[in-house]
């Protein structure tokens, strides 16, 4: 591999520029330059992110301009960015970036499909981001690197550095912008290494429905028959456990795209939470902790080094980022045929909705367009606990267009190749939180085994009186009382109370799709 590369296209002179340093390499750089490095017990780097131990979504920006100013969803998500404003911050990046002794550049691809890859460039300063680059990208082979040419993309990440908060449009020393037409990234103010994967996944959102692809914050694996399940879900929800099943191989962890002919993985790895993480309960993942992996944010023993996975005096977003090839039984090149089964999961704080239940393809639409959980404490930045949130498509921050089309994109395919969408709530049961628990991991697991060997298909279902949902009676694996969520609080009065509220902040949010929703999708919504 190429061991320096001139920048000076970019505005970078300096001349210490290591372009896709090994992981050994950065692991020596990290110890000797960056404060808080160390290495784990197992062998992994263990990395602090600074003030930021999220995301900051109130920050993120897109430049408005043509062409692409008519294709986006404009407003809290997609938040306009003059473009004169874009050059200030830009300049400011490459400035700082300009007095560094040396830089790091990771070139590497973003979807696993040859067909609809794209090359992306990151230009950083610790070597704790190009690792984490190194990780979340598709590393490229060594004839790959050598015929790399331009990127399609590039990040500069000066994130050491602050905005200017008298710079318009700046509401902190964070920001984070984004121009389609000029095909860079900027990020200031924040070393959450967070914000670059979730950079390449808002690209991604606005470049492949452009060419009738549906993108998706889903995780997605696949049987010995090679059948295919996908699982939408925000952060916190189940996607990376759930996908990370040692029966099937996995194809991805959290963002994928869909073709007419199956689906890719944008990402060449994982970035698990690692809260409460247990080797009992999520063996691949664990034994995918090791060299070469980033532990971010961690707490540890300073003589063992040992991590304790339980401290969240940092934060409670502790995470690991790793190659995908550490789990076991990864499916490379991490592509598939099209998916059999859909599954919605929600992290309800309410305990209203049933661990499972089956949706007909309105409700599967209403439920996609309205994207209901529940956000999970540390997963961004002030949220201490569990709080009800509404996220289109299971993944609004992240979209570029209207969810209307992310939708029509999911029911065109979803039509084409007649799969089963259920809906699988991973929050609590017995009551809402503070007062119920968490669901238990073995149960959903259960749940999602039923799902895939296609048992719980042929189930006997009841409808649920508020929501409509069909629910199992049995499930293998799970005990029949808890499939529905009245039975398991001791005062159902007080459950039907908070499934009419629920029901109702369903109705609220859903306004704002009532004049493109069709009637079809309106009426399965539930019934207050």
């Given amino acids: 591999m190429s061991k320096a590369i001139s920048l000076e296209k970019h505005g970078i002179v300096v001349k210490n520029v290591v372009r896709n340093p090994c992981p050994a390499k950065l692991y020596e750089l990290a110890l000797q330059r960056e404060k808080g490095s160390a290495i ?17 979504p109130s920050d993120k ?78 590393r490229p082979t060594d004839d790959e690197l050598a015929n790399y040419g331009e990127p399609d993309f590039v990040i500069f990440n000066a994130g050491r550095f602050p905005a200017n908060r008298n710079t318009s449009g700046m509401t902190s020393k964070t920001s984070v912008d984004l121009s389609f037409e000029r095909k860079e990234f900027i ?96 063996p691949e993942i664990w034994r995918a902790i090791r060299y070469g992996a980033i532990l971010e944010n961690v707490g540890y023993d300073e003589n063992t080094r040992i991590v304790d996975y339980t401290d969240v005096s940092l934060t409670q977003n502790t995470r690991c980022s790793y190659p995908i090839e550490y789990i076991d039984n990864a499916k490379i090149p991490c592509v598939g045929a099209r998916p059999q089964s859909v599954v919605f999961l929600t992290c309800d704080a309410f305990s209203v909705l049933p661990p499972v239940s089956k949706l007909t393809p309105e409700q599967a639409m209403y439920h996609f367009i309205s994207g209901y959980t529940a956000k999970v404490a540390g997963t961004e930045m002030g949220v201490t606990e569990p709080e009800a949130t509404f996220s289109a498509c299971f993944g609004a921050p992240f979209l570029v267009w209207h969810p209307t089309k992310y939708a029509e994109l999911l029911a065109e395919k979803m039509k084409k190749q007649g799969v089963d969408v259920w809906l699988v709530n991973t929050g609590w ?91 079809d999708i309106l009426n399965a919504a539930p019934r207050v």
């Avoid at 784990?40 to 900051?56: D, V």
């Avoid at 503070?434 to 039923?450: N, Q, V």
């Fill in 40 to 56: 784990a017990s197992t062998g992994a780097l263990i990395a602090m992110s600074g003030a930021k131990t999220g995301r900051s």
């Fill in 61 to 138: 920006r897109i430049v408005e301009a043509e062409p692409s100013n008519s294709d986006i969803w404009w407003g809290n998500v997609n938040i306009k960015l003059e473009e004169k404003v874009f050059d200030i911050n830009r300049e400011r990046a490459i400035d700082y970036l300009n007095t560094r002794e040396q830089l790091y550049c990771v070139d590497g691809f973003a979807g696993w499909d040859p067909a609809h890859r794209i090359k992306v460039r990151v230009v950083c300063e610790r070597a704790y981001h190009a690792l984490f680059m190194h990780n979340m990208l598709i």
């Fill in 187 to 282: 990020i200031l103010g924040t070393e959450y290494a967070g914000e670059m994967k979730k950079g390449v996944f808002t690209i991604m959102n606005y470049l492949m429905p452009k060419k009738d692809i549906l993108s998706m914050h889903c995780s997605a694996n696949e049987g010995d028959s090679g059948d295919v399940t996908i699982f939408f879900g925000l952060s916190g929800t189940g996607k990376t456990t759930l996908s990370a099943d040692p029966k099937r191989a996995l194809i991805g962890d959290d963002e994928h795209c869909w073709t007419d002919d199956g689906v890719f993985n944008i990402e060449g790895g994982c970035y698990a939470k690692c809260i409460d993480l247990k080797e009992k309960n999520e």
């Fill in 429 to 519: 049961t017995g009551g809402p939180y503070g007062e119920g628990k968490r669901m238990s991991l073995p149960h959903t697991r259960a749940i999602i085994d039923a799902i895939n060997n296609g048992e719980l298909a042929k189930a006997k279902f009841v409808e649920d009186e508020v929501f409509g949902l069909a629910m199992p009676e049995t499930c293998q694996g799970v005990p029949s009382a808890l499939l529905h969520p009245r039975n398991t609080w001791t005062n159902q009065a007080k459950y039907d109370q908070a499934a009419r509220k629920l029901a109702r902040d369903f109705h609220e949010n859903f306004k704002k799709f009532s004049d493109v929703a069709g009637k």
